[in-house]
């Protein structure tokens, strides 16, 4: 994946040059979520929609 800088400075490069500041730090924020839930996928780190339900508490 590379460093976190490289990263963002990739994710910046494919930005159009008209990007605001709410907008880029969307697309970061959104980069490192995904990021973040693919680490915890990888580590087992899951929950089903019903323990997320039960949780919640939400009725099927």
Known sequence: MGSA???AQEL???LPDDVTW???AY?????????KGIRAA????L????E???R???DE
């Open 5 to 7: 800088k490289k990263q």
């Open 12 to 14: 910046i490069d494919n």
């Open 52 to 54: 997320v339900r039960r």
């Open 42 to 45: 990888d580590e087992g780190r």
């Open 22 to 24: 709410d907008e880029l």
């Open 27 to 35: 697309k970061i924020y959104v980069r490192h979520s995904i990021e």
């Open 47 to 50: 929950r089903t929609e019903q």
């Open 56 to 58: 919640l508490g939400i």
